[in-house]
């Protein structure tokens, strides 16, 4: 059986559930087991999210015959380099998805030539001629493809770039808003289009807007770039670039496959996107607006069952002080999040040290929890419980910690809902945090026996 890995990080679920999608597909039923190692990004770096990024170091990467990374932010990217240099090491192929990294294939969308027929479309069709470009980091790979081909389109059309125009933030939606009023301040806020490298930006420029009471596309239109959910659902709807993700997914891992037999005559695949045209731009309304609007109000109701769910299941967690509780605890939360299987594989420090100290990755020997049993493993032979060998082939594996102690890892054959309304997420931060306050009752319980 060939072993792939996948290391990834979450910043929008529909992404990483779409590209595991292709992934699955190219796979299909070849004699194949999947590990997908994950940790969830978030706009603010503390120290509990960047301890998550520790579950990129639980594989050995021996048992492995390619891997996949398909990372959203430069600090992950940073963070599995040495790992990834081991497979190299190893003569085992790397593939990397959207985003660069030294000596991997890459498979990624084209950024340019979708960029590109955006800024065209705003120019031909709705005759545009002075534009403002707000684009993620300078150093961003895929922010700088975006920037070129706006530049480039522009010149092609004989229409100058104003450098006053042209601002470089951070992707997040404040950045929208913080870039509608810099320009104001210099009085160049007014523009026929504003050309945003991504919708998070461009929604927060659009509502920024509207508090001065320029409506979109009223007094200027308004493009993104990645086509999320909460831009399409938007009102006016933002016209954008969809990442065709399942496509991303499919031929990255192709070129993996081809790779691990040896077959590599190419270091770049490129995915062509497809434009969603949008209210944000002038065109017509397209979408329906009545089952939107059910839609919003059947996920608010989901999301809210959710979150009740979530809240309860901390309380029983939090209840346990021994971890013989706590495993038979976990039986019961696992049903009611409808999760089939679960398992806790948690280091002996976890049980011997003190809760104030660091505690850096992972032992080799580890014990295991699953189905109220413990057994003692070696995650450099084993990392999930032997009763599911042969039964699945997708495994997703994530981090169990605190600010500054890695406990050990949580590991589930994957089902494609995980990441609806954060379902994996939230039960992994709440294993995470339930555990955090049994290690002090443990370490309590200790030094009472002293």
Known sequence: MKQILMLTSTWDS??????????????????????ICNAYDNLMETDFFRKGREIYSLPVPEKYDGLIIALSSLDSIKYVSEISEKFRKYNKPVVSIDTRCDNALFCGLDNYRSMYQIVEHMI???????????????????????????????????INVSKRRVLHKRFW??????????????????????????????????????????????????TGFDNIEEAQMYSPSITSVNRNRKELGYDATDALLLAMDGERDYDTRFVQGYISYNESCGCELTRDIRGDYNKLIERGRKETEARLVHAYIKQILFKCRTMDEYAQAMEECKKMVKIDEVAICLNHSFFEGDPDMDVVGFEDDMILFSDGKKTEINRNTDMYPSEWKGKDRVFLFGPLRSNNQTYGYTVMPYRDDFFTRLKHRSFVESLSLSLESLNQKLAIARLKKE
């Open 14 to 35: 529909e992404y990483s559930k779409e590209v595991i999608s292709g992934i699955l597909e190219r796979i299909g039923d070849d004699d194949t087991e999947l590990h």
């Open 124 to 158: 031909t069709i709705h005759d545009c001629r002075i534009f403002n470009f707000l684009g993620g980091p300078e150093d961003n790979y895929e922010s700088n493809e975006r920037y070129r081909a706006f530049c480039d389109c522009l010149s092609e059309h004989g």
């Open 173 to 222: 939606k404040t950045d929208g808003a913080a870039a509608y009023n810099e320009w104001k301040e210099q009085g160049v806020h007014m523009a026929d289009a504003i050309i945003c490298a991504n919708d998070y930006m461009a929604l927060g420029f659009v509502e920024e807007a509207m508090k001065d009471g320029i409506t979109i596309p009223d007094y200027m239109k308004v």
